[in-house]
């Protein structure tokens, strides 16, 4: 399920739940049996490419779900996609890469667990259900989730430089693929006042000098 642009936090704001919107990669995990397989949004496999990411098979124990949510590489403690980028288009990567530029995924949603499809329910009722789900770890965590807070979110969003704001209908199903009204992106816009200058060469007279 994929989020629709918007320019500000819809009303009535209670109705809404906010989330940090991180500036990753999205990635769908498939957890059974103790193993992780996690693909792309274009159904790429990219288990072997975030290793350790694998411990999230561990955590699950014997459960099976399947799980949304985005890998994020940290910098200062802030999502840097920059940093990201020596990850993305690695298959196999060597330790060394892996324990410079580590990566975390952040998990929001989830959509099957143990034979039963939760896409149908409600987004408070799966939240409720992921947050009871014993995954954090060193590289796995489920951000919160602030239920009639979208300003406050913003605001902190803001303040501390991140990327934006994803806010979802407390009553929205999950609908895989689409790109639905019942999630929306809120970004933030750094802008600047500028003075654009140049120079042209000399001619004539002024050939080799500043025209």
Known sequence: MLAVAAAEIPEPESAWAAEFKWDGVRAVAYVSAGRLRLLSRSDRDMTRAYPELAGLGHQAGTRDMVLDGEIAAFVGGR???AALQRRMHVGAPAPRLVA???VTYLV?????????????????QRRAILEAQPLASSHVHVPPSFPGGGHAVLAVSVREGLEGVVVKHLDSP????????AWLKIKNRRLLDVVVGGVSPGRGHRAGQIG
């Open 79 to 81: 999502p840097s996609f």
């Open 100 to 102: 410079t530029v580590p």
């Open 108 to 124: 929001f949603d989830i959509m099957y667990l143990d034979g039963q499809s939760l896409i149908g329910e409600p987004y408070v």
């Open 174 to 181: 999950y609908q895989p693929g689409r790109r639905a009204p």
